[in-house]
């Protein structure tokens, strides 16, 4: 016989009850024991496979692949006598096979960044030594195929960069922003002309500890550009190459590398006029020049609305104190911050006492009510660890080497580990509610009707219609997910059949402002609980 709706009710009521009387929630599994690999930039593709990258200036260890090409870079004049590196430092993770497959990187990819074009395919610029001008390509593939990164020769960066950030923009170029002593941006692929474009903001930013690297840049959906570094930002016309307003100061000291705390934009909604960006934690002013190791971090967030017409800064305090956190946006629009460390700066051996409780952030909360402790970990992520959402809902931790090589003999030892941390919504209590999607186009355009049909185990779509959520699959590295955004559609319920299934009308985002061109993880969301994505191609 078919349930109740209040029958359906009180069952969610005493599912959501159990949930939040259990233990710190949230749970923690292996994925590879040895990948072979500290993952300093990890980005997932729409294939379901993860890619692993390192830095390629590292001598072999034993750890390593066996040979898979051998280079000499002639720019590396300290080394008196160069020596044939015969390893690879960058691999493919399908998620199900625990032996990732090796990939040929030659060029030096230390502290570069990266962006996936409209078509799939990742661009990865910059980096150190005979990297630092180097464009590359990985064309992601299924597990049954191979491929691996084309390093371009015809064409390199304008100027040379390291520890810049990219954000792929509306018409599906992607910008490149800043970057060790280069305050200017250019594009991929190159205006008419070519060359940079200064940028002076960056050198108006700038410390005695270079604390503008890494920019956070946030593509707002009016089209221009949040860009933060330090403790300043401002709205960035990158058509027109004008700042077009200069945001308070944030409070606390320096927020980017080397003293970084985290960035996100939260989730889109609604008619898609407003955006509010979060920095929360970094690191003491001073403490990277001192190498303070055991300088305390920041536990303090800006929030800001980006596009009001008088933004202030909102801040809120964090239960834990955190440098080198990575804040990862889950399908739901609540923001995981997970890794980093309590102390020191981010650098060589420059930080202690591990954060190994992540936080759960929950934007639509009242002030003081947000943050809400999960469960730890045991595995110390420090500098040069990396955190992905992947499409079943979970989140992906990656590398984590705070020394100048691989050494596993120290008391944070460089780790070869790959996790994976799952969210309460994962929890069984929620398994009855989460729902499956069975049938949905796999491209989509601008501003045009589609349709998700979808089913949950038991049937229980009585309390609300469900969201449908598109999220994209940004670059990783150094505590900020290059080109990370959650837009949630308009939905409607278009058609409910027997046993559990739905037909929701979703309208895909207007325009290129609001969801860059590309492909995007699909989620349908009921009561907090995501589906299994599927990825869906915006045109």
Same mark, same amino acid.
């Given at each position: 016989?078919?349930?109740?709706?209040?029958?359906?009710?009180?069952?969610?009521?005493?599912?959501?009850?159990?949930?939040?009387? @259990?233990?710190?929630?949230?749970?923690?599994?292996?994925?590879?024991?040895? @990948?072979?690999?500290?993952? &300093?930039?990890?980005?997932?593709?729409?294939?379901?496979?993860?890619?692993?990258?390192?830095?390629?200036?590292?001598?072999?260890?034993?750890?390593?692949?066996?040979?898979?090409?051998?280079?000499?870079?002639?720019?590396?004049?300290?080394?008196?006598?160069?020596?044939?590196?015969?390893?690879?430092?960058?691999?493919?993770?399908?998620?199900?096979?625990?032996?990732?497959?090796?990939?040929?990187?030659?060029?030096?990819?230390?502290?570069?960044?990266?962006?996936?074009?409209?078509?799939?395919?990742?661009?990865?610029?910059?980096?150190?030594?005979?990297?630092?001008?180097?464009?590359? &390509?990985?064309?992601?593939?299924?597990?049954?195929?191979?491929?691996?990164?084309?390093?371009?020769?015809?064409?390199? =960066?304008?100027?040379?960069?390291?520890?810049?950030?990219?954000?792929?923009?509306?018409?599906?170029?992607?910008?490149?922003?800043?970057?060790?002593?280069?305050?200017?941006?250019?594009?991929?692929? !190159?205006?008419?002309? *070519?060359?940079?474009?200064?940028?002076?903001?960056?050198?108006?930013?700038?410390?005695?500890?270079?604390?503008?690297?890494?920019?956070?840049?946030?593509?707002?959906?009016?089209?221009?550009?949040?860009?933060?570094?330090?403790?300043?930002?401002?709205?960035?016309?990158?058509?027109?190459?004008?700042?077009?307003?200069?945001?308070?100061? =944030?409070?606390?000291?320096?927020?980017?590398?080397?003293?970084?705390?985290?960035?996100?934009?939260?989730?889109?909604?609604?008619?898609?006029?407003?955006?509010?960006?979060?920095?929360?934690?970094?690191?003491?002013?001073? +403490?990277?020049? @001192?190498?303070?190791?055991?300088?305390?971090?920041?536990?303090?967030?800006?929030?800001?609305?980006?596009? @009001?017409?008088?933004?202030?800064?909102?801040?809120?305090? &964090?239960?834990?104190?955190?440098?080198?956190?990575?804040?990862?946006?889950?399908?739901?629009?609540?923001?995981?911050?997970?890794?980093?460390?309590?102390?020191?700066?981010? *650098?060589?051996?420059?930080?202690?006492? !591990?954060?190994?409780?992540?936080?759960?952030?929950?934007?639509?909360?009242?002030?003081?009510?947000?943050?809400?402790?999960?469960?730890?970990?045991?595995?110390?992520?420090?500098?040069?660890?990396? +955190?992905?959402?992947?499409?079943?809902?979970?989140?992906?931790?990656?590398?984590?080497?705070?020394?100048?090589?691989?050494?596993?003999?120290?008391?944070?030892?460089?780790?070869?580990?790959?996790?994976?941390?799952?969210?309460?919504?994962?929890?069984?209590?929620?398994?009855?509610?989460? !729902?499956?999607?069975?049938?949905?186009?796999?491209?989509?355009?601008?501003?045009?009707?589609?349709?998700?049909?979808?089913?949950?185990?038991?049937?229980?779509?009585?309390?609300?219609?469900?969201?449908?959520?598109?999220?994209?699959?940004?670059?990783?590295?150094?505590?900020?997910?290059?080109?990370?955004?959650?837009?949630?559609?308009?939905?409607?319920? +278009?058609?409910?059949?027997?046993?559990?299934?739905?037909?929701?009308?979703?309208?895909?985002?207007?325009?290129?402002?609001?969801?860059?061109?590309?492909?995007?993880?699909?989620?349908?969301?009921?009561?907090?609980?995501?589906?299994?994505?599927?990825?869906?191609? =915006?045109?």
């Amino acid at each position: 016989m078919k349930p109740s709706n209040i029958t359906l009710i009180l069952l969610i009521w005493m599912l959501e009850t159990l949930a939040l009387h @259990a233990d710190f929630p949230g749970t923690w599994e292996v994925l590879v024991h040895n @990948a072979r690999i500290a993952s &300093m930039h990890t980005v997932v593709t729409r294939f379901n496979t993860v890619v692993l990258l390192d830095r390629t200036d590292l001598s072999p260890t034993e750890h390593g692949y066996p040979r898979y090409h051998c280079h000499v870079d002639p720019q590396i004049s300290e080394d008196p006598e160069p020596r044939p590196d015969c390893y690879t430092y960058s691999a493919v993770y399908d998620l199900i096979n625990p032996s990732p497959r090796p990939l040929t990187i030659i060029t030096d990819t230390w502290c570069s960044s990266g962006q996936f074009l409209p078509d799939g395919t990742l661009l990865h610029t910059g980096g150190d030594h005979d990297g630092f001008k180097k464009i590359r &390509m990985f064309k992601p593939c299924d597990t049954k195929s191979l491929c691996d990164w084309e390093e371009l020769d015809d064409i390199e =960066l304008t100027q040379g960069r390291w520890y810049s950030t990219n954000q792929i923009l509306p018409n599906g170029s992607v910008i490149i922003v800043g970057g060790k002593d280069a305050v200017s941006i250019e594009l991929f692929p !190159p205006k008419s002309g *070519g060359g940079v474009v200064n940028f002076p903001f960056l050198a108006d930013a700038a410390d005695d500890q270079m604390d503008t690297l890494y920019p956070y840049v946030h593509l707002l959906p009016n089209g221009h550009l949040f860009v933060f570094a330090n403790n300043k930002s401002v709205l960035y016309d990158h058509t027109n190459n004008i700042v077009l307003k200069q945001y308070p100061q =944030l409070e606390g000291g320096p927020r980017n590398y080397p003293s970084a705390g985290s960035s996100v934009m939260l989730a889109l909604t609604g008619d898609y006029s407003s955006a509010t960006i979060i920095v929360c934690g970094g690191a003491q002013y001073g +403490a990277y020049n @001192a190498m303070h190791t055991t300088a305390p971090a920041k536990s303090s967030c800006g929030r800001i609305e980006a596009t @009001a017409k008088e933004p202030v800064w909102e801040m809120e305090d &964090m239960p834990v104190r955190r440098i080198m956190g990575d804040m990862v946006m889950l399908p739901t629009g609540d923001i995981l911050i997970i890794n980093g460390a309590q102390s020191g700066s981010q *650098g060589f051996e420059l930080a202690s006492n !591990p954060c190994l409780h992540p936080v759960l952030y929950k934007p639509d909360e009242q002030p003081g009510s947000r943050f809400f402790i999960q469960n730890p970990g045991k595995v110390p992520r420090l500098y040069h660890s990396t +955190a992905n959402l992947l499409p079943d809902g979970r989140v992906l931790l990656a590398g984590s080497n705070p020394h100048s090589y691989y050494n596993f003999s120290t008391e944070f030892p460089t780790e070869l580990k790959i996790e994976a941390f799952s969210p309460d919504y994962l929890s069984p209590v929620n398994k009855f509610i989460r !729902p499956t999607i069975i049938e949905m186009p796999e491209k989509i355009r601008y501003g045009g009707e589609f349709y998700v049909v979808v089913t949950v185990e038991f049937p229980v779509m009585v309390l609300g219609v469900p969201e449908v959520n598109i999220a994209s699959a940004p670059f990783a590295t150094h505590s900020f997910s290059q080109g990370q955004r959650l837009v949630k559609l308009d939905v409607s319920v +278009a058609w409910s059949g027997r046993l559990g299934s739905y037909r929701l009308a979703c309208k895909a985002p207007p325009d290129g402002k609001v969801a860059p061109p590309g492909y995007y993880m699909v989620f349908v969301v009921y009561r907090g609980v995501p589906s299994v994505a599927k990825w869906v191609q =915006l045109v």
